[in-house]
């Protein structure tokens, strides 16, 4: 859930409270609960057996390896432990490669090499033996037209990003405040120090506190539009790193004149160069890369004694992620490819010939800008990676010709209906491949006849679900078998291995290791496993589906999640010795309540009241809620229901879920006029969406729900046999108002508007819910429901009213002061950059259950009114203590 990391205990939020604002952490990866891994050579190796990355791999082959390098240090004092450490503290997941260790320095090559080696011919395995070879001289190459020759798509921006680390210092992850503020010092010197055609100006962070000059606002969010501005790392395994330390500090950007280069300081490297051209020219942004990194590497060598950037013969130009060795070059393409995207297992089968990798292009909503945000339906990006096989010319050579043949498929399936039988597919790659040949002695394009997975004959899985009746299991195996997810673990009809989900084993699993909550409680009381193995609930939902996701998972000890799930209504009663403590982890001591005390739930009978009560916090506070509204750039509100005689989504089959589906889209439909609409089942909507401009504009807007893809998820079942018995009901008699069926509980329905006016917003969206509510009454069904709980939901962290309610507020002042995670904790809300823009900061609420939905609104209408008057005084120049300000002001 989007809140769990916000539903810690104290300590743990203060310990994230200080990461965040930079205070007196001299080191984030090293500010760890107990049992992390320490990163100074003090801690004994532990099982690695279940962990999932090369470096784990090659030390379970050499296991006497870590001790014998344990106290070995370079000379700037890296650690083995130190480079170890993220693929220590993270499990990492089966079916995603990672390296599993970052070099803290360039000689953590040379001295840790026994271990470095055979993880970096892992990742690159075409690199033993090879000597890295430099060649940025991309005027050899022939003249190659990237659009095809019969018309079709061509690429609408090109991307070039090139990183380098200097030899004299530690690499990001493991240098000391003076460090990094001496790199900062060093590269702001040549900056200044270049060429005309290169002026620009260098900026801090905001919060940086270590530049002359400090970006504003306003640059900020000019910077993320353009993809040029740094994030704060935010997952585990690059907090675990320590790329995170004294964030903002001694970090900013240097932006060349005429905006099309920019520079990051000490974000993942010590320097990446970023060049981002309209149009299909990447020969361009490959020589404007290549041009600046040249003249600043003479610049460097002229000062002082003279600086380099690390290298080594084998492995090129040198990174602390092992991804980024060789030329330290990415360059890729935006692109749009509405046929391709509707053919998943074709366009990753395509991709993975071509030698490509592909994410998806997300754009801003300034006009003619792009910058990686809210997903544009069919539009990607495609690049080609670092290597180290390569060199520079020859990743440009081979990106030239895998582009060029990608668009030329999609035109042949726009304009030509070309079958998506695998022998036409792969005979037009071979063909394509083999017409451009390699352009430069030596460019080795990527083979194509290695298949990463095959076709299935005829029409994609996307229309055949359209086709196909889902009657009985026998229909329903056939259909998933024609889905490409199927063959995705946690995707398919299966539960992802590990842990059982039908019975409990004698004993339980090793979990001395494990940070989430249910690992916590099962640690308290050890008997409580052995009192509850047996039972299972009349729907047959046993103690092992509910928490077979905080097995198979072990978490992160700075991130805080629940690590189980209900299987049904029943859970809550059957399992009380794993659901209160739970409950009273996530939502303190009103969870504690006696049975017969209600969790505080208005009848929506009198769903008006919600409106009142916001009218009249409006009314009293006219100045701040003209301030409120002004700042506001939107709100997101979510409602989760759950039906009580089926199984919730982790645990239902594939014939209940389509029975589920069936049921909430007909009662759905049957609603009236003002809440008319369409039902898109999710198999088939990212083909409607091609030709209807209605729901790709639902696809961008965020309001179609993705597969699972964080571990918990997939292991808690969430996503077995997508898509099928999932869909979006759209009401188009009502604005951003969309209901989610069998997603993480049989209906969501979810409200995404621009403005201010939550009062409009909740209210029609408690309206709706209460006429679904009278509606299934009429048929004999009931949402679950309990006096304790208030309504049940398959995570514990959505009982209550299961509403979140989030504004998104333009406060980038306040939000950049200490203390204001603190004052957000104070107010009762949680507080996260807004995915949509980095100067727009949500806030939303904590607290789910003892209140009224009212009552939540009302709470995240005050934080925002308090937040939104600091704002304001910040920008009349007062000095705010945000410590003394009470939300009361």
């Not at 996701?549 to 690590?563: F, L």
């Not at 059957?574 to 939502?587: K, R």
């Not at 909430?664 to 409607?688: F, I, K, M, N, W």
Request: one cysteine or more; charged letters at 25%.
């Amino acid at each position: 859930d989007d809140d769990d990391d916000d539903d810690e205990e104290q300590e743990d939020e203060k310990k994230q409270e200080h990461a965040g604002e930079g205070e007196q952490w001299e080191d984030r990866a090293e500010a760890e609960a107990d049992g992390t891994f320490e990163s100074d050579g003090s801690s004994r190796l532990p099982d690695l057996s279940e962990h999932h990355n090369y470096m784990a791999k090659v030390l379970q082959e050499h296991p006497r390896l870590y001790d014998r390098l344990r106290h070995v240090r370079t000379e700037k004092g890296v650690t083995l432990a130190k480079c170890i450490k993220p693929g220590v503290d993270n499990e990492g997941h089966p079916m995603v490669p990672a390296a599993g260790l970052f070099a803290g320095d360039a000689e953590c090559f040379s001295t840790f090499r026994d271990i470095f080696h055979p993880v970096i011919c892992r990742w690159f395995p075409d690199s033993e033996g090879r000597t890295h070879v430099i060649d940025t001289d991309s005027s050899r190459l022939p003249s190659f037209p990237l659009v095809s020759d019969f018309g079709g798509p061509k690429p609408e921006r090109i991307i070039a990003s090139l990183t380098r680390n200097l030899a004299d210092y530690p690499f990001p992850n493991a240098c000391t405040s003076q460090e990094r503020l001496a790199v900062e010092l060093l590269m702001v010197r040549a900056f200044a120090a270049l060429e005309d055609q290169y002026a620009g100006c260098y900026m801090g962070l905001i919060g940086s506190h270590t530049s002359d000059v400090e970006m504003s606002p306003e640059m900020q969010t000019e910077l993320w539009k353009l993809g040029f501005l740094p994030e704060e790392p935010d997952s585990s395994v690059a907090v675990s790193a320590g790329f995170g330390q004294r964030w903002p500090e001694a970090r900013g950007v240097y932006l060349v004149q005429n905006h099309e280069l920019a520079v990051s300081v000490n974000d993942l490297d010590h320097i990446k160069i970023m060049c981002s051209l309209d149009g299909s020219n990447v020969e361009l942004a490959f020589q404007l890369v290549f041009n600046f990194v040249n003249a600043l590497e003479k610049v460097l060598k002229s000062l002082d004694r003279g600086y380099s950037w690390a290298w080594s013969d084998s492995y090129g130009f040198l990174s602390p992620s092992i991804s980024h060795l060789g030329t330290g070059l990415t360059v890729g393409a935006v692109v749009h490819l509405p046929r391709l995207s509707t053919r998943p297992a074709m366009m990753q089968d395509t991709m993975h010939k071509m030698g490509l990798k592909l994410a998806r292009w997300m754009a801003s909503s300034s006009e003619n800008t792009m910058a990686r945000r809210s997903t544009v339906s069919g539009t990607w990006e495609l690049f080609h990676s670092p290597s180290i096989a390569l060199t520079e010319v020859q990743v440009l050579s081979s990106l030239r010709q895998a582009l060029r043949s990608v668009l030329q498929l999609e035109s042949q399936l726009a304009h030509r209906h070309m079958d998506e039988r695998e022998g036409d597919v792969e005979s037009y790659l071979q063909a394509s491949t083999a017409t451009g040949g390699n352009e430069v002695p030596g460019a080795e394009l990527i083979s194509t006849d290695s298949a990463h997975g095959s076709f299935d004959a005829g029409t994609s899985g996307e229309s055949q679900t359209a086709k196909v009746p889902l009657t009985g299991s026998q229909r329903l195996s056939q259909v998933a078998a024609s889905i490409p997810f199927a063959e995705l673990p946690g995707l398919g009809p299966l539960d992802m291995e590990g842990f059982p989900t039908e019975e409990c084993p004698d004993q339980l699993p090793d979990i001395s290791h494990h940070y989430t909550m249910l690992a916590t409680i099962l640690r308290r009381d050890p008997d409580s496993y052995h009192r509850m193995k047996s039972s299972q609930t009349s729907f047959g939902v046993s103690l092992a589906r509910c928490i077979k996701p905080g097995i198979d998972t072990r978490g992160h000890a700075m991130i805080k999640t629940v690590g189980a799930v209900a299987g049904d209504a029943e859970c809550y009663k059957v399992f009380e010795e794993l659901f209160v403590p739970l409950a009273n982890l996530l939502h303190g001591e009103v969870a504690c309540q006696a049975e017969a005390s209600p969790a505080v739930h208005r009848p929506l009978l009198h769903w008006e009241e919600a409106c009142e009560v916001l009218d009249r916090e409006l009314l009293a506070k006219p100045d701040s809620s003209a301030s409120l509204q002004g700042r506001l750039e939107g709100l997101d509100l979510k409602l989760h229901r759950n039906l009580e005689k089926f199984r919730f989504t982790p645990a239902i089959s594939a014939e209940t879920r389509r029975e589920v589906e069936t049921l909430l889209s007909q009662a759905l439909a049957s609603l009236g006029p003002d809440t008319c609409g369409r039902y898109l089942p999710l198999a088939t909507v990212h083909e409607t969406a091609t030709h209807d401009t209605s729901v790709a504009e639902l696809k961008a807007a965020g309001l179609v729900f993705q597969p699972p893809e964080a571990s918990l998820d997939l292991s808690a079942g969430i996503g077995r046999d997508w898509p099928l018995g999932r869909g979006v009901y759209e009401m188009t008699g009502t604005e951003g108002i969309v209901a989610w069926l069998n997603n993480e509980d049989h209906l969501t329905f979810v409200c995404r508007r621009s403005g201010s006016n939550l009062r409009a917003a909740l209210s029609e969206l408690l309206r709706i819910d209460e006429a679904l509510r009278e509606t299934l009454k009429t048929a004999h069904y009931n949402y679950a429901l309990a006096a304790r709980w208030g309504y049940l939901s398959s995570c514990p962290s959505n009982l209550g009213s299961a509403l979140h309610v989030e504004l998104r507020c333009r406060i980038p002042l306040t939000r950049q002061k200490d203390g204001f995670k603190r004052l957000c904790f104070r107010l009762g809300v949680g507080a996260r950059d807004c995915s949509d823009d980095s100067a727009v900061t949500s806030i939303y609420n904590l607290a789910r259950l003892g209140s009224s939905e009212a009552d939540q609104a009302l709470l995240v209408l005050r934080a925002g009114l308090c937040l939104s008057e600091c704002e304001e005084r910040f920008e009349r120049g007062e000095d705010v203590e945000l410590a003394q300000v009470t939300g009361r002001t």
